[in-house]
């Protein structure tokens, strides 16, 4: 179908595709999670936020969602343990109190994509992308995804 000619009566239309969004509590989350960064990193999350969302392809392909700012040195802990005393992969090599997480304000945060199903994934290619965009925000802005060995693609800050 040409997009000068109207739809033939009956035709099917092309399958529209949902874009995620997020409920309210879920915005909210957002907020507190937000606030507990340091100025810098929240103003350079802000903004690569309103171009990710500015641009209909991105927009599509998943929302960018803060998992984690602030974090407790227990639950830093709990973290550490995983890939080692618990089962699942080794997603941190810092304990309580060593992690930028573990400060306040904190000048780190975790990402992750909200996708149109609902599910949440932490891609590569996703991470990537969002990277270009909080480094072109603030240059002062350091992706765990350029780290020398362990990559840790989720992670943000100044």
Known sequence: MSPSKPAAA?????PRRWVPSLTPAQ?????????QAVPSLAAAYSEALRRWVGDPV??????????????????QDELYKQGRSKPGPVVT??????????????????????LADGSVSWSGLLLSKFARLMK??????HWGG?????KDRPHFEV
């Open 10 to 14: 009956g035709a099917a239309l092309p």
């Open 27 to 35: 915005v909210q989350s957002q907020a507190v999670r937000l606030r």
């Open 58 to 75: 991105l927009r599509l392909a998943g929302l960018p969602i803060i998992t984690e700012c602030y974090r407790s040195p227990e639950r």
């Open 93 to 114: 090599y810092k304990r309580g109190g060593e992690s930028n997480h573990n400060k306040v304000p904190t000048p780190a945060l975790d990402v992750a994509f909200l």
């Open 136 to 141: 072109a925000a603030d240059a002062r802005v």
């Open 146 to 150: 350029d780290w020398p060995g362990f």
